[in-house]
Each structure stands twice: as C-alpha cells, then as structure tokens.
C-alpha cells in the first residue's frame, strides 16, 4: 500500500449525520444496522469519486497484484468483471492471426 495512516477503523464527526441515524433506528420496525448503513454508504461514495483514469489506475494495480481483488472490487464493482473480460478480448485479439484477413482486390 502506499503507506496511510488509515487504520481499520473509519471515524467521522456525526452531527445530523448521527441524529437522523438515531432517529431511523427509533422509526423503522426492527431498527437499522448504522454500521452496514455507513460501509454500503462509503462504497458507493468511493466509486462516485473516481474518475475513468482512476478506473484504470486501480485495475492496473489489481492486474500487477499490487492489490486485492476484494479492495479492487470495492471500488469498481461489476466494472472488475467486464474490466477483465475486454483484457481476455484484447489480449486474445491481438493472438490472432490477421493475414487471413487480408484480401486482394479480387477477393483472394
């Protein structure tokens, strides 16, 4: 990793953040797991703020191992899978032998 200082825990200051949490749990039969609530929520704010170089930053470093796929998959969900299947595409493309697709002005 690159060094953070992040540790397993994410913290932040809750104002009206906390107090409409609290009140949902009081509202809603059977409570809410704030907890869930918070990871579902830092997922899909972590995949709002890349951007397609950061994309292609985060599968380049999954593809070297620099990465897991359980961290590469927080941040580009279902995109990994297609990710991976344009990587097998291309790379099975480029395999190919092109001469068969070469044709003369007649046909041959």
Known sequence: MSGSSYDKTIQF??????EAAELL??????GIN???LARVG???ML???LDEQDKIAVYERYSRG????DVARVLLGEK????DEEKESFEAAMERD?????TGSDGE
């Not at 200051?13 to 906390?18: I, Q, T, V």
């Not at 620099?66 to 796929?69: C, D, H, M, T, V």
């Not at 092109?98 to 070469?102: E, G, H, K, V």
């Open 25 to 30: 749990d009081e509202i809603h039969i059977g």
């Open 66 to 69: 620099e990465i897991s796929e």
């Open 80 to 83: 990994l899978n297609r990710m």
């Open 34 to 36: 704030v907890s869930e």
């Open 98 to 102: 092109t001469s068969a697709f070469l």
């Open 13 to 18: 200051r809750a104002g009206a953040e906390k």
């Open 47 to 49: 995949r709002q703020s």
């Open 42 to 44: 830092l997922v899909e």
